[in-house]
């Protein structure tokens, strides 16, 4: 095996970089390197670096890494961030902590904010090693000021709880439920509460069932159908009916499909 120890410093002291690596005498790097290392930056300005001046400009941020392999298939790694400041859309959040460790295909992570207009947190979970792979998500924002930070031109305020638990592969291959509780809008001092957001689906023996319910609202789909068959269903209907006004289309045959509304 060998090791290399590679390390920059700038001048002006904008940033310093210090990590170790190491691989396997088979030169296959991207499967047996090891890392670890930590990143320091002070005022760098990143939208210069990636010419994306007009979202991004300067951050200051220590980053701490290591794990093995780059393939997605093999790689394990932990990552630990503390942003002290970065500029975005024309808004500087300070105070930003991410945390994130990925196991071949599985990643999990979390993220916080204490910033004053951007106080919120949230766990994830992205799972891609089935079919359908699977996204998990909690937050808890607290405190969210959309014209502070640059989201809105009204004076808007957003607290909200998402709790995401979600298998997708396609629109026809998904099961899972999208919720937002205690959802509440403070639009110029006018307060607009939304208790529950709910969209549930559920799929078994291609039955499926999507299920969305709010507040004053109740709505129901049931039955054996595909969503990805809805544009050539519509397209094929309107040609029947109005020839003179669609072009024509090879009839394409579909599985029988039903479903109920409520």
Do not use: W
């Amino acid at each position: 095996s060998s090791c290399f120890t590679p390390s920059l410093k700038s001048a002006c002291n904008q940033y310093f970089i210090f990590f170790a690596v190491t691989c396997d005498a088979s030169g296959y790097i991207f499967h047996s390197v090891a890392y670890s290392g930590t990143v320091v930056v002070n005022d760098f300005n990143l939208g210069y670096l990636t010419d994306m001046e007009k979202y991004l400009g300067k951050v200051s941020l220590t980053l701490q890494a290591n794990g093995k392999g780059f393939d997605l298939n093999t790689l394990q790694a932990n990552v630990k961030t503390d942003i002290s400041n970065i500029h975005a859309y024309g808004y500087t959040y300070k105070k930003l902590h991410l945390d994130g460790e990925i196991d071949k295909k599985k990643l999990q992570g979390s993220f916080y904010s204490n910033d004053t207009n951007a106080d919120f947190n949230f766990t994830t979970t992205i799972d891609l090693n089935d079919r359908s792979p699977l996204y998990k998500i909690n937050a808890d924002v607290r405190y969210v000021n959309l014209k502070a930070i640059g989201l809105d031109t009204a004076n808007t305020i957003v607290t909200t709880n998402l709790d995401i638990d979600f298998r997708f592969s396609n629109i026809d291959l998904n099961q899972g439920y999208v919720k937002l509780n205690d959802l509440v809008f403070i639009k110029n001092g006018r307060d607009y509460p939304l208790s529950t957001f709910e969209l549930t689906t559920n799929l078994k023996d291609n039955y499926r069932d999507i299920h969305f319910k709010s507040d004053g609202i109740d709505v129901q789909l049931s039955g054996r159908y595909n969503l990805l068959d809805v544009n050539d269903m519509v397209l094929d209907l309107c040609y029947d009916l109005f020839p003179t006004y669609f072009e024509f289309r090879n009839p394409k045959k579909f599985a029988d499909q039903y479903f109920d509304f409520k």
